[in-house]
């Protein structure tokens, strides 16, 4: 645990504010507040989840807070991954088509919300794709194109519907089928984090969980919270920065994890429907939703779904907002993220347009 780092690592950006003429006494407020966020700034850095893991609280408790919530990231983890062989997970997925087994209640409500996602997005995110994203060698990075016959054979294992969940157990009716929680476990354990900082009384914090930023209030001094979104194209630029307050900010795009094969690129995002990598026009898609999970699975889904059909389905709902990167170098912002999105049109790369109702 590490105590005032300079910066957060991730894609989180640092506000710069710049005065000129200013009175002694705004010099003399600046320090003051420059001293108390010295006192209860408190950061730290976890690998879990497979993925690197930056939090950032200011209280007076910082420490001890954060320790609360790296176990609690673990035990999460614990229950969630595909790959421990004692997880909730995992036994279920060992056990399908012969036995329900045993879930605890923070996975039975993991497994309902996605169940519910699958049945919102028309299947454009589902958690039973597990078969199919493990034949691409996505699940353990052993990575292969399977040939259409493999994958044939697989899809009809994609089904939430054959998940059934009661309050303690769950169980998966086919033979071969499984669930992989990763497209909403970080959301997830992101809510479960917030809720713990809202308990301790903290009212300015920020979560990096590998790339799902999630901000608590504002900073100390009022300012939002500024977070980069990544160029696809250059993934170590950004096409612009949202200022953000109480607000999940979590992206999906091909561009993450991918492989090549004979000239092709691969990337991890699965259509369902196809079982290929999804085509769908969309390089990247970004969702603003005071929710971390809904915010984590509709980006999954949006970019499966495209562009049209992604803010078809933001007409109809309209509890979140999403910025989308098109692949003929577009980005596409729904009105609500627009208003606090700055966009950056350096190399002129892409252009910019704000879509209304």
């Known amino acids: 645990m590490k105590k005032h780092i300079g910066y957060m690592l991730g894609i989180l950006l640092a506000g710069v504010c710049m005065f000129s003429g200013c009175t002694e006494q705004r010099e003399l407020a600046k320090?003051?507040?420059?001293?108390?966020?010295?006192?209860?700034r408190y950061d730290t850095m976890i690998f879990g989840m497979d993925t690197v893991m930056n939090l950032m609280v200011y209280h007076k408790d910082g420490e001890s807070i954060l320790l609360e919530a790296e176990r609690e990231i673990h035990h999460l983890e614990e229950l969630f991954s595909v790959t421990k062989e004692k997880s909730n997970v995992a036994q279920l997925n060992q056990q399908a088509g012969k036995a329900s087994v045993p879930i605890s209640e923070e996975t039975a409500e993991l497994l309902s919300i996605g169940k519910a996602l699958t049945k919102e997005t028309a299947g454009a995110f589902d958690m039973t794709v597990s078969p199919v994203v493990k034949a691409w060698g996505f699940t353990e990075e052993t990575h292969t194109v399977p040939t259409k016959e493999t994958l044939d054979s697989l899809l009809p294992l994609v089904?939430?519907?054959?998940?059934?969940i009661e309050k303690t157990s769950a169980y998966l009716e086919k033979e071969g089928m499984a669930v992989d929680l990763g497209g909403i476990a970080k959301g997830y354990t992101t809510d479960r984090i917030l809720a713990l900082f809202q308990e301790k009384g903290v009212e300015s914090a920020v979560i990096s969980l590998g790339g799902n930023v999630a901000t608590m209030g504002t900073k100390p001094d009022g300012t939002p919270w500024k977070v980069a979104v990544a160029n696809p194209l250059q993934p170590e630029d950004?096409?612009?920065i949202l200022e953000v307050k109480d607000c999940a900010v979590v992206t999906s795009g091909g561009y993450q994890r991918f492989f090549e094969e004979n000239g092709k690129r691969y990337h991890h995002i699965i259509d369902p429907s196809t079982g290929y990598p999804a085509e769908s026009?969309?390089?990247?898609?970004?969702?603003?939703?005071p929710n971390s999970t809904r915010a984590d699975g509709l980006s999954t889904a949006l970019f499966v779904m495209g562009e049209e059909k992604a803010l078809e389905f933001w007409r109809a709902h309209q509890d979140f907002e999403a910025i989308l990167v098109t692949a003929d170098n577009r980005v596409v912002a729904t009105k609500g993220a627009a208003k606090g999105f700055s966009f950056e049109e350096r190399d002129h790369d892409f252009t910019?347009?704000?879509?209304?109702?």
């Open 238 to 240: 950004y096409v612009g």
């Open 352 to 357: 910019y347009e704000v879509v209304e109702e």
């Open 281 to 289: 026009g969309l390089l990247s898609v970004t969702i603003l939703c």
């Open 31 to 40: 320090q003051q507040l420059a001293q108390k966020e010295e006192k209860d």
């Open 159 to 164: 089904d939430a519907e054959g998940l059934s």
